[in-house]
């Protein structure tokens, strides 16, 4: 590549990278809180883990990231030891170890494009394009069970690639590389797993299959070395599983809770994880869908929604550059170093398509789809790296070797960092709402889910000129951490009979109906954003006839 072009990409690099992890530690601190986020503090140290085994929550979701944001609430808001608080300033704090994880990532996926590729430049591009995408920024504010799961299965990812490079630059007598790879493959296991017990198997999947990779007849090793060269990888898989024993609920549950085994958790999370007993419905595409009548593309279809176009035409671009290169090395002779390079790209694919791929095939019930498969965009950015590195780095093909070529790969480079994050700031701090220009044409809002999480609540509240919500809907728990400093659950879903006239908030959420306009309520304001001329609502505040609205599946928040 030349210079000049070298020293742009760095340039772009360097400020929209500054600018989005500045969006992502302002936004952790400005934004509102979501239900989830209170009701899993709970899986920690609180009531359904003395004494209710049966909550849903056990078993479907660790305490790992509970574990980690409650230290940084003791440490840093006055959260007591061994209990935990509802306070703003504790739930505030967690979103700081959100931030810290999301940078951790972008850390993993320029850690892999830097070993799979050679090159700062094209790593750093990797990182900084991650944290460009605005869903997983807008996640990255606050998200306490996807994020966590896409940090830790990119360092177990990470972890994989690292092990296969040691083969492949025959350095695999390196002891502090070994170790290494195995601290990143069981913290990885114990972060991911830990959170989300459903992501156990298919991280054990990647491990088991990299220690085969390194102990094939792709790197020639002898046979003794071949063994010796499986150990790494299956033993993070080992660490990880210790890990998360000691950290499971059985263990942190206290004196007097009814007892259980690990081995219980992990099939009460699997098979919980899979079928939800009470699913939501499902907003996709302008229609309402159930669990079961969703369409089968539906998840790769919303995953792409989510997606700046120049990175998916990046990632198209690097698959189709990848089998270039491949159908190239069946056709040589001796190519089996290009062999092995291409082997490291394994743990890669696994991370991008085994868990979606099982999803779609079994039909598995989904929330949310873009939340619950974050950990798509991290290997999927790395894909997009690697393309465009071989893309202009090999010229594979006559094709490749014009200017016009090299210039719109760039081009393309440039356009994925700079322009997402631009409409990232456009939405901020709600950057999870984002879909990209195709995925709009035919209408933003009313095709899809907007306030999903209900975060726009905090910001209603400061602009309802000091007056308190009398109902609501949306998420009565995390609402009231603001109202009242403490966790609300006892909410009424009942209005008393009245004839005076009160305020309400309702976020704009299409998979529960609760959209405007209102039966008996008329708008006083509303929280939106504004995106290539679309006019996305978050929430509105109302003026409501307390009779009208009687019985209507409104949170009642009154004390």
Same mark, same amino acid.
């Given at each position: 590549?030349?210079t000049?072009?070298?020293?742009?990409?760095?340039?772009?690099?360097?400020?929209?990278?500054?600018?989005?992890?500045?969006?992502?530690?302002?936004?952790?601190?400005?934004?509102?809180?979501?239900?989830?986020?209170?009701?899993?503090?709970?899986?920690?140290?609180?009531?359904?883990?003395?004494?209710?085994?049966?909550?849903?929550?056990?078993?479907?979701?660790?305490v790992?990231?509970?574990?980690?944001?409650?230290?940084?609430?003791?440490?840093v808001?006055?959260?007591?030891?061994?209990?935990?608080?509802?306070?703003?300033?504790?739930?505030?704090?967690?979103?700081?170890?959100?931030?810290?994880?999301?940078?951790?990532?972008?850390?993993a996926?320029?850690?892999?494009v830097?070993l799979?590729?050679?090159?700062?430049?094209?790593?750093?591009?990797?990182?900084?394009?991650?944290?460009?995408?605005?869903v997983?920024?807008?996640?990255?504010?606050?998200?306490?069970?996807?994020?966590?799961?896409?940090?830790?299965?990119?360092?177990?990812?990470?972890?994989?690639?690292?092990?296969?490079?040691?083969?492949?630059?025959?350095?695999?007598?390196?002891?502090?590389?070994?170790?290494?790879?195995?601290?990143?493959?069981?913290?990885g296991?114990?972060?991911?797993?830990?959170?989300?017990?459903?992501? +156990?198997? $298919? !991280?054990?999947?990647?491990? *088991? #299959?990299?220690? %085969?990779?390194?102990? /094939?007849?792709?790197? &020639?090793? @002898?046979?003794?070395?071949?063994?010796?060269?499986?150990?790494?990888?299956?033993?993070?898989?080992?660490?990880?599983?210790?890990?998360?024993?000691?950290?499971?609920?059985?263990?942190?549950?206290?004196?007097?809770?009814?007892?259980?085994?690990?081995?219980?958790?992990?099939?009460?999370?699997?098979?919980?994880?899979?079928?939800?007993?009470?699913?939501?419905?499902?907003?996709?595409l302008?229609?309402?869908?159930?669990q079961?009548?969703?369409?089968?593309?539906?998840?790769?279809?919303?995953?792409?929604?989510?997606m700046?176009?120049? +990175?998916? $035409? !990046?990632?198209?671009?690097? *698959? #189709?550059?990848? %089998?270039?290169?491949? /159908?190239?090395?069946? &056709?040589? @002779?001796?190519?089996?170093?290009?062999?092995?390079?291409?082997?490291?790209?394994?743990?890669?694919?696994?991370?991008a398509?085994?868990?979606?791929?099982?999803?779609?095939?079994?039909?598995?019930?989904?929330y949310?789809?873009?939340?619950?498969?974050?950990y798509?965009?991290?290997?999927?950015?790395?894909?997009?790296?690697?393309?465009?590195?071989?893309?202009?780095?090999?010229?594979?093909?006559?094709?490749?070797?014009?200017?016009?070529?090299?210039?719109?790969?760039?081009?393309?480079?440039?356009?994925?960092?700079?322009?997402?994050?631009?409409?990232s700031?456009?939405?901020?701090?709600y950057?999870?709402?984002?879909?990209?220009?195709?995925?709009?044409?035919?209408?933003?809002?009313?095709?899809?889910?907007?306030?999903?999480?209900?975060?726009?609540?905090?910001?209603?509240?400061?602009?309802?000129?000091?007056?308190?919500?009398?109902?609501?809907?949306?998420?009565?728990?995390?609402?009231?951490?603001?109202?009242?400093?403490?966790?609300?659950?006892?909410?009424?879903?009942?209005?008393?009979?009245?004839?005076?006239?009160v305020?309400?908030?309702?976020?704009?959420?299409?998979?529960?109906?609760?959209?405007?306009?209102?039966?008996?309520?008329?708008?006083?304001?509303?929280?939106?954003?504004?995106?290539?001329?679309?006019?996305?609502?978050?929430?509105?505040?109302?003026?409501?006839?307390?009779?009208?609205?009687?019985?209507?599946?409104?949170?009642?928040?009154?004390?």
């Amino acid at each position: 590549m030349p210079t000049i072009l070298r020293r742009l990409l760095w340039i772009a690099v360097v400020v929209t990278g500054s600018v989005n992890v500045a969006m992502l530690a302002f936004g952790s601190q400005v934004t509102g809180i979501s239900s989830d986020e209170v009701a899993h503090v709970e899986d920690l140290f609180g009531p359904q883990n003395v004494a209710n085994r049966d909550h849903f929550h056990f078993g479907v979701y660790g305490v790992s990231y509970q574990l980690m944001s409650h230290f940084a609430a003791v440490a840093v808001a006055g959260e007591p030891l061994g209990d935990t608080t509802y306070s703003v300033d504790a739930l505030l704090t967690r979103h700081w170890v959100s931030v810290v994880l999301v940078i951790t990532t972008a850390a993993a996926v320029a850690g892999m494009v830097l070993l799979l590729t050679g090159d700062k430049l094209i790593a750093a591009w990797g990182a900084t394009t991650l944290l460009a995408v605005p869903v997983f920024l807008g996640h990255g504010m606050f998200n306490p069970k996807d994020i966590p799961v896409a940090c830790g299965y990119s360092l177990v990812t990470s972890g994989c690639v690292l092990w296969l490079k040691r083969l492949v630059s025959n350095r695999a007598s390196q002891t502090w590389t070994a170790w290494t790879v195995v601290g990143l493959i069981s913290v990885g296991i114990w972060l991911a797993a830990g959170t989300r017990y459903i992501f +156990l198997p $298919a !991280l054990a999947v990647s491990a *088991i #299959v990299s220690s %085969f990779v390194a102990g /094939s007849g792709v790197f &020639r090793l @002898s046979l003794r070395a071949a063994f010796s060269a499986m150990w790494g990888p299956l033993a993070g898989l080992a660490g990880g599983y210790f890990l998360l024993y000691l950290t499971n609920p059985c263990l942190l549950m206290r004196t007097g809770a009814p007892l259980c085994s690990f081995a219980e958790v992990l099939s009460r999370s699997w098979s919980g994880s899979s079928t939800i007993a009470d699913p939501q419905p499902l907003f996709f595409l302008g229609e309402l869908y159930t669990q079961d009548s969703k369409p089968a593309l539906a998840l790769p279809v919303n995953l792409a929604a989510g997606m700046p176009l120049a +990175l998916l $035409a !990046l990632i198209l671009a690097g *698959i #189709v550059t990848v %089998f270039g290169l491949l /159908s190239q090395l069946t &056709r040589r @002779s001796q190519q089996s170093t290009q062999v092995a390079s291409v082997a490291l790209g394994i743990p890669v694919a696994l991370q991008a398509l085994l868990m979606p791929s099982l999803t779609i095939i079994l039909n598995a019930s989904v929330y949310d789809m873009q939340r619950q498969h974050l950990y798509v965009y991290p290997a999927l950015t790395v894909l997009a790296a690697v393309g465009v590195y071989a893309w202009i780095r090999y010229q594979t093909s006559s094709l490749f070797k014009t200017r016009l070529v090299r210039g719109l790969g760039v081009s393309l480079m440039l356009i994925a960092v700079v322009i997402p994050t631009y409409e990232s700031w456009r939405l901020f701090p709600y950057n999870y709402v984002y879909v990209n220009p195709l995925a709009s044409i035919n209408g933003y809002a009313n095709n899809w889910e907007t306030d999903y999480w209900g975060l726009s609540l905090r910001e209603a509240l400061s602009e309802s000129g000091g007056d308190t919500p009398a109902l609501l809907r949306g998420a009565p728990n995390s609402i009231n951490a603001f109202i009242h400093g403490r966790n609300y659950m006892e909410a009424k879903k009942v209005v008393m009979k009245g004839d005076e006239k009160v305020f309400a908030i309702q976020i704009n959420r299409p998979s529960f109906g609760w959209l405007y306009p209102v039966k008996g309520c008329l708008m006083r304001s509303k929280i939106s954003r504004h995106l290539r001329g679309h006019d996305i609502p978050m929430s509105y505040l109302l003026e409501c006839d307390e009779e009208e609205v009687q019985n209507s599946n409104w949170f009642w928040l009154r004390p």
